[in-house]
């Protein structure tokens, strides 16, 4: 690294350290956004993925569980029972429910399902159990320590006083989470003890999935079948659709913040040392030379920014978890890697721009 670039950068040292703590913040709601972003990409499909079935029936026209709707009654299990190729078909019920305790309201997705083929229940317990009669509940781990619930604890769906029997992970899909209940519950919470949102149907081994599947549409028309992989993908798609275009506006707000704050500071650098420029231009440093000193001082910047993001990120994160355990953030050396990549290219970018003064200045101004 050239000397003469850290000296220009280190001569104005509050402009420096001003200048770095933007490019951090930049850089941090950078690295702030993806660990959101994998945090809810899991947590909004845990359920789906940790409750790995062969296949998943659902009403016509649904194709995922999180923002489309489904309505089976229980005859259609019955009927797809006595399809040769199934071993079984678990019903579930999902509703949107008010969950209180004291004076806390709070809107739950409340999962009903059979205790006795575990399928549809919670994908992973911290503490407690699974429900085994209808006055138990499992709740989410977060939306436990937003709330204050503990194992032990009673709270009311509408006139119902449940017991908390289990705490759950893998269940917060950041807006909104999980809670389990037996299905028979589920349904007298809605009022309608024979409807169901979908069957989760295990194939009889050696059987083909596909066939079943075909049989399945054949024996009750009018449903969608769909295997376990395109079911997952489908949520997927939903979630993404849904998370993905407030994610990368503001990411690019972010990025287009840092550019133009590496462009400021590089340009003004150059304002400032414009006689320094005409008497290097004039004893005849090639242009690659003041070039480089512009892209050294860009990258160094943006490396100094990435330091100061990455030791803040995890104490903020964990700060934010404290104070509102819904958000739930999960990081990797992957994510770092992306952040850093384009830190570089947007200092690059800056110093491409920047540069464009130094060509504007003319030796002949070393004599003005």
């Known amino acids: 690294m050239n000397m003469y670039s850290i000296r220009i950068l280190t001569n104005q040292p ?33 359920y789906i993925r940790r409750n790995k079935v062969d296949l998943w029936v659902l009403q016509c026209n649904a194709s995922n569980i999180l923002r489309g709707s489904s309505l089976l009654s229980t005859a259609h299990g019955y009927v797809i029972r006595q399809i040769p190729s199934v071993q079984s078909a678990s019903a579930v019920l999902l509703s949107l429910s008010a969950i209180k305790k004291d004076n806390h ?7 009903g399902y059979n205790p006795e083929t575990g399928h549809g229940g919670p994908p ?26 503990k194992l032990g604890d009673s709270i009311k769906i509408q006139d119902d006083t449940l017991q908390i029997v289990g705490i759950s992970t893998g269940t917060n899909a950041f807006v909104i989470q999980y809670a389990f209940v037996t299905l028979k519950r589920a349904q007298s919470l809605i009022g309608f003890p024979n409807i169901v949102t979908c069957y989760l149907v295990k194939v009889k081994q050696g059987k083909d999935i596909s066939k079943v599947s075909a049989e399945i549409r054949e024996e009750v028309p009018g ?20 998370f993905l275009p407030f994610i990368y506006t503001i990411a690019a707000i972010g990025i287009i913040v840092l550019t133009a704050i590496l462009s400021l500071l590089l340009s003004v650098n150059i304002l400032e040392r414009r006689k320094d420029f005409a008497v290097l231009k004039i004893i005849g440093s090639p242009k690659r030379f003041l070039s480089n000193l512009i892209i050294e001082q860009a990258i160094m910047i943006s490396f100094l920014g990435s330091v100061v993001a990455l030791i803040l990120f995890f104490p903020m ?4 978890e404290k104070i509102s355990p819904e958000v739930s953030t999960k990081s990797s ?13 947007m200092s690059l970018i800056s110093s491409f721009i920047s540069v464009q003064r130094i060509r504007r200045i003319y030796p002949l101004e070393v004599f003005s």
């Open 124 to 149: 992973h317990l911290v503490e407690g159990r699974s429900v085994l009669n209808d006055n138990e509940i499992v709740i989410d781990k977060s939306f436990a320590s937003k709330f204050r619930f």
């Open 223 to 242: 449903l969608e079948v769909f295997d376990h992989a395109t079911f997952l993908q489908n949520n997927i798609h939903e979630m993404q659709s849904g």
């Open 333 to 345: 050396a992957e994510h770092i890697v992306i952040v850093m990549s384009i830190a570089v290219m």
């Open 317 to 320: 994160v964990a700060l934010i």
């Open 105 to 111: 309201v709070a809107t739950v997705y409340l999962a």
């Open 14 to 46: 509050l402009r420096l350290t001003l200048t770095v703590g933007g490019v951090a913040l930049c850089i941090l709601l950078m690295f702030f956004l993806l660990s959101v972003y994998r945090g809810v990409a899991d947590g909004s499909v845990e």
